[in-house]
């Protein structure tokens, strides 16, 4: 709350309620980034997911990218979760986007110490697509939980120590402000 720095688990947050699934990435990453390279840095995001998932659609065939070595090597992974590996190699500075040249991905240097001298990478884990089912369906429950009257709603749990910091909070605001 008021971007406050918490140092444990609160308890209320969607990152405290549902912690992220660490794992060991390096080798995704070095399937993508090889993929990347192999492909000549001529590839948007789709197109390479389509390179590691082994696509033979027609653009790829013309290129010769069913020809490389990657070609099918990221098979296990949905589509879904390739979107999801990519864009954490983007945001970890492994991969960029060159928009001025039809987006498509380029390497950076970081992504060399990936490649060529096997640093480790950490990956955050995509939920599955039964694991997103279920949280839409939770989702669903709980807006409709929330569209009953006041008095028919379940209620929240209370938490003392939120609550007395709150208070004091709105009293200093309250002074500050002469009301």
Request: proline fraction near 4%.
């Amino acid at each position: 709350y008021f971007s406050e720095n918490f140092d444990r688990n609160c308890g209320n947050c969607d990152v405290c309620k549902h912690p992220p699934q660490y794992i060991d990435g390096t080798v995704i990453a070095q399937k993508a980034l090889s993929a990347v390279h192999r492909c000549g840095e001529k590839v948007g995001m789709n197109l390479l997911i389509d390179v590691l998932r082994g696509s033979n659609r027609q653009e790829i065939l013309r290129a010769g990218f069913d020809k490389i070595k990657t070609f099918g090597a990221g098979r296990e992974f949905s589509v879904w979760e390739w979107t999801a590996y990519l864009g954490q190699l983007l945001q970890l500075g492994l991969l960029e986007v060159a928009y001025d040249q039809g987006n498509v991905l380029r390497l950076t240097e970081a992504a060399n110490a990936v490649l060529f001298e096997k640093k480790p990478v950490s990956l955050v884990r995509p939920m599955t697509k039964m694991e997103k089912d279920a949280e839409a369906v939770a989702q669903k429950l709980l807006e409709k939980t929330q569209s009953k009257p006041v008095a028919e709603r379940a209620r929240p749990e209370f938490l003392p120590e939120l609550f007395e910091r709150l208070r004091v909070l709105r009293r200093e605001v309250a002074q500050k402000n002469s009301v």
